[in-house]
């Protein structure tokens, strides 16, 4: 594989990029596992053909991650902060949808179609 040519722009970019992601550990953490291993070799100072040969992807495909994380990033002005997650119990569904998180679960019918209403008022208990 031969590397590219680039730019003193995107050479720049690339090193303010790695600068960034060695001082801030808690970005790389916050990413994917494929990115997670991107942002690693970037940080160490791995060249971009070195990362797609390493990852088995196509140099373009690093660069377009280089500029996506790099916008992502420098956009804020800011130290780039962990992302947080949803918890739940195991196998819970957070995400509500389109059925504001009730329904078939897959597992069958969790009983939220409701009964009969009720018209008459109840009988007094008699004590």
């Known amino acids: 594989m031969v590397p590219r040519e680039y730019g003193e722009e995107e050479e720049r970019g690339y090193r303010e990029l790695r600068d960034l992601l060695k001082s801030t550990p808690g970005l790389v953490r916050s990413l994917s596992d ?27 495909s690093v660069w377009t991650f280089v500029r996506a994380l790099s916008n992502a990033v420098m956009a804020t002005g800011q130290k780039a902060m962990s992302r947080g997650y949803e918890t739940a119990g195991l196998g819970s569904d957070t995400d509500p949808g389109v059925t504001g998180g009730y329904g078939d679960t897959g597992f069958g019918a969790i009983g939220t179609e409701g009964g009969e209403p009720v018209t008459e008022e109840p009988e007094e208990e008699k004590g």
């Not at 990115?35 to 140099?59: F, H, L, N």
Request: a negative charge.
């Open 34 to 60: 494929r990115e997670q291993r991107m942002a690693k070799r970037i940080a160490d100072g791995e060249r971009p053909y070195e990362i797609a040969m390493a990852e088995g992807v196509s140099e373009d």
